[in-house]
Structures are given as structure tokens and as C-alpha cells.
């Protein structure tokens, strides 16, 4: 399995045998603060561990500092072409810095940024991305051979990043195609010692995000690729970590609260099983958000909901607790046998109560 070593964003271990940690980037303005803040505060409900946030010029950066003094989450700032805006950041708090270091108008810049990242004990991500990757040396990823241009382009980066002496890198290399994402970063994992963080950029809206992040992430986190991640949604970035939780427990590689198997219904059954599915859905992230993940029942790791008692609980048999469901009551089963009847209305509470029961004798 590769291994790098592990730098530290805040409170944040990234690589070094560390869990793959799950990243997101708010879509508020910084200079709108209260609606910044409110937005970590949504994301780290959601399972957020490391926020980036956009800096897109000097004017910005009073609101970056208030922001700063209140955010809950270790925060990485996003910058490009303005060295001088990154030495700035970093000197305010920022807990990383992501940049290109071929994008700097002034390259002679990166010898400050440098500077500033030592002096603050601070990470650097060289993050590219396909679209926008290296004008000043001229390399640009075409059809011939995208996924090596691109890791020469970041090779590069890492290498200016070294001569000044610099270690501390995180490093990414992004571009829509999930093919060509697998081929990148199996190409940085064989030649960096640096932890890498995964992202396939412009990935689109949720369906479509969701599916490209979790082939790419499921091939190279499967090889043991990739110490953090960001799932890119064109949309609420509170689904990019929910997404991202997603695909770490469908790999099994985290383990946060429960995750939940719904049968797809069919002419059995006879209930809104898409509606109880929403619910227990909602009622699961609520209550990994009450209870924390260290008191989590580790016995009820999956809730099942199936659409009938003539299959559900034998198709559920591998799920830790579950409701099958009558036409107007519910059968709550636990590992596959049956526990008692209840009112269907009443069968998500009583799955809630189940969890709850548990974990108070937990805490
Ligand atoms: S569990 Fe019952 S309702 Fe659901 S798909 Fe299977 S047979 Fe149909």
C-alpha cells in the first residue's frame, strides 16, 4: 500500500496512515461572514473535517480574518496568481494554502509564500486542474495524453515547492474524466512521498457527481491512493460530504453512524416507502450529529427499511435493525429476526429509539 507523510491542517492529520479525511468549499462569499460561518457550521454537522474557502483578492481579507476568529473547522485558503494574497493569508490564520505554483503573475512570489508556510507551520497544496494547468510553462492537457501532462505540470509544482526546501505538500491534479483521474493520481502515488488529495473537478450536479467521484475514488482509494478528499458538487456543498461519507463506508474504509439499506419496492408493497426511507435517512444523520460517532453503537451499523414482510426481513438479514412494512403495520426485526409489531406511522420512531436505547449505554 503507498504511504506519505503525514502533514497537519489545524487539528487534521492528512496522510501518514491517517483516515482519509473529507473536505468541502463553501459557496458563501467570505465578506458576508454570518452566512460563512453558517455554512461551516452546516458542513461540520454533515461530517466536514477540513473547509477551503475562495480568496479572490486583497479586499477580502478583513472579512477572511473574522471569519477566521469564529470558524469550527480548519480552514485552507484558495488562492491564485497573487504570491503577495497567499503570504497575507497565511499571516491571518489560515491552517493551509492551496495554490498553482506556476499561475503566480509573479513566480519570485513563492519564495515568500514559502517563507510564511514555514514560519507558520502551515501545509501548501499544489493543486491543478485541468483546465487551467501551467500557461506560463506552456503545458496544457490535450486528447493525446491528458493524465501525464497534467502530472508533469504538478510534478513541477512539487518541485519548486522543494528547492526552496519545502516539504509540508499536499498534492492534487484534477480534471472531469474519471479514467483520466484514476490514471493521475496512480502516476503521482508511484512518484510523490506526499499525501494526495482526491477531486475530480467540474464533475457536474449531484447524480452525476456522485457517480464519477465514487467509480474514481472507490478504484484508487481501493489501491490505497488518496489521503484526503473533496467530492465537487454543483450544488449544496453539504451533499459533497454527505457523498463523501458515502463512499468511505460503502468502502468500509470510516465509519460514521449507520448506513441505510432500502429494498426498491414493487407490487407488494404498501406503503410510501419513499417517503420512511427519506425519514430514517434524515433521522440517521441527525443522530450521528446528537449522539458522535465515538458513542455510536457499534452493533447497529445498518438500518434496514423494506417495502414488505413477505421478503423484507430475509433480504435485510445482513442489516443490524430494520422495519418491514404491512399495510398499516411495521415489523421491526434485528439482524433478520423479529422483534415486535408496531404502527407503521410509528416504526421510524421506534428504529430511532432502538439506536438511542443503545447508545445510552454507551455513554
Ligand atoms: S422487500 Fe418486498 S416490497 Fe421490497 S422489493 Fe422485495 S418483495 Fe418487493
Known amino acids: 500500500m503507498p504511504s506519505s507523510a503525514a502533514v497537519t491542517v489545524g487539528s487534521v492529520a492528512i496522510g501518514g496512515g491517517a483516515p482519509v479525511s473529507i473536505q468541502s468549499m463553501l459557496t458563501r462569499p467570505l465578506d458576508d461572514t454570518d452566512a460563512a460561518l453558517e455554512q461551516t457550521e452546516a458542513l461540520r454537522t454533515a461530517g466536514c473535517e477540513i473547509v477551503r474557502v475562495a480568496l479572490p483578492g486583497h479586499s477580502v481579507l478583513p472579512a477572511l480574518k473574522a471569519y477566521l476568529a469564529e470558524a469550527v473547522l480548519p480552514v485552507v485558503a484558495d488562492?491564485?496568481?497573487?504570491?503577495?494574497?497567499?503570504?497575507?493569508?497565511?499571516?491571518?490564520?489560515?491552517h493551509k494554502i492551496r495554490?498553482?505554483?506556476?499561475?503566480?503573475q509573479n513566480p519570485g512570489t513563492l519564495t515568500d509564500i514559502v517563507a510564511a508556510?514555514?514560519?507558520n507551520s502551515i501545509p501548501i497544496r499544489v493543486g491543478l486542474n485541468s483546465g487551467s494547468v501551467a500557461?506560463?510553462?506552456?503545458?496544457r492537457p490535450t486528447d493525446d495524453n491528458p493524465a501525464a501532462l497534467l502530472v508533469d505540470a504538478a510534478l513541477d509544482g512539487v518541485r519548486s515547492l522543494e528547492k526552496l526546501g519545502f516539504h509540508d505538500i499536499v498534492v492534487s491534479a484534477k480534471c472531469p474524466d474519471v479514467t483520466q483521474t484514476i490514471d493521475i493520481y496512480r502516476r503521482l502515488a508511484a512518484t510523490l512521498p506526499y499525501p494526495l488529495h482526491l477531486g475530480v473537478t467540474a464533475a457536474g450536479g449531484l447524480r452525476q457527481a456522485v457517480i464519477k467521484h465514487g467509480l474514481a475514488f472507490g478504484v484508487l482509494l481501493g489501491e490505497g491512493i488518496g489521503d484526503t478528499m473533496r467530492v465537487s458538487v454543483t450544488g449544496d456543498p453539504v451533499e459533497e460530504v454527505r457523498a463523501g461519507w458515502d463512499i468511505l463506508r460503502g468502502l468500509g474504509r470510516r465509519r460514521r453512524g449507520a448506513v441505510m439499506i432500502a429494498c426498491p419496492t414493487c407490487g407488494r408493497t404498501k406503503v410510501d416507502l419513499q417517503e420512511i426511507a427519506a425519514a430514517v435517512e434524515s433521522a440517521l444523520e441527525d443522530l450521528v450529529t446528537e449522539i458522535g460517532e465515538e458513542n455510536w453503537p457499534d452493533d447497529i451499523r445498518s438500518?434496514?427499511?423494506m417495502g414488505c414482510?413477505?421478503?423484507g426481513p430475509g433480504e435485510a438479514a445482513a442489516a443490524d435493525i430494520g422495519a418491514a412494512f404491512e399495510h398499516k403495520n411495521a415489523v421491526i426485526f434485528r439482524k433478520g429476526?423479529?422483534?415486535?409489531r408496531v404502527p407503521a406511522a410509528s416504526a421510524v420512531a421506534k428504529l430511532v429509539s432502538l439506536i438511542e436505547e443503545a447508545a445510552s449505554g454507551i455513554r
Not at 495554490?99 to 503566480?104: M, V
Not at 429476526?337 to 415486535?340: G, V, W
Open 79 to 94: 488562492i491564485h496568481f497573487d504570491g503577495r494574497l497567499a503570504v497575507r493569508a497565511i499571516e491571518a490564520g489560515c
Open 99 to 104: 495554490i498553482n505554483p506556476a499561475n503566480l
Open 117 to 119: 508556510a514555514k514560519a
Open 135 to 139: 500557461p506560463r510553462s506552456g503545458i
Open 303 to 305: 438500518v434496514a427499511v
Open 309 to 311: 414482510i413477505v421478503n
Open 337 to 340: 429476526d423479529i422483534l415486535e
